[in-house]
Structure formats: structure tokens, C-alpha cells
């Protein structure tokens, strides 16, 4: 599924769907949420968007202090989340 952001897109597949779902209940809440300020402003600060040290095309959002939303550049403003969870998975993928 693919949702119009501006001039950008946000991919969701199914793993990302299944990773998800395995998200408590009040960060999945959070991960929503930062997914919708997403869609209405990339940039908004609130989310910390940034590209990840050490990768071309990783980026990640923070859905909260310990939460984060790993996403990879497909194309240009066509982003795929690839992950959902801690700071831990941008260490493994290095």
C-alpha cells in the first residue's frame, strides 16, 4: 500500500504490517501517531527525521524516546518503513 505524503510516499508491507501488530498497545498508539504527522509534514520536529549515519538511504522518525521508525529512501521522496522498534536495530543493520 502506498499513501500520498505531499511530495513523498510512505510504503507499508506486509512484514511491516506483522511487526506492527506486535507493538504494545500504547506505542503502536504512538507509532500511529508519528506516522500521521509524517503524512501532514516530513519535517515536522517533533519527529526528528534524519538520515542514519553510516547508510545511503536509511532514515528513521521517533515515535517516542525509545521508539523509533526505520525507513529506506526507494526512490526519490518514496520511502518504505522497514522497521519498527528500538535503536537497537540500527546497530544490526550497519
Given at each position: ?26 506505542d503502536r498508539a504512538l507509532v500511529a ?62
Amino acid at each position: 500500500m502506498t499513501v500520498g505524503i505531499g511530495h513523498a510516499k510512505l510504503r507499508l508491507t506486509q512484514s511491516t504490517r506483522k511487526r506492527l501488530k506486535k507493538v504494545s498497545g500504547p506505542d503502536r498508539a504512538l507509532v500511529a501517531s508519528a506516522l500521521q504527522k509524517f503524512r501532514k509534514n516530513p519535517l515536522d520536529q517533533s519527529l526528528k527525521f534524519e538520515k542514519y549515519k553510516g547508510r545511503n538511504n536509511l532514515y528513521t522518525i521517533r515515535a517516542s524516546y525509545h521508539l523509533r521508525v526505520y525507513m529506506a529512501d526507494l526512490n526519490q521522496m518514496e520511502m518504505e518503513i522497514i522497521h519498527i522498534g528500538n535503536h537497537d536495530f540500527g546497530k544490526r543493520v550497519r
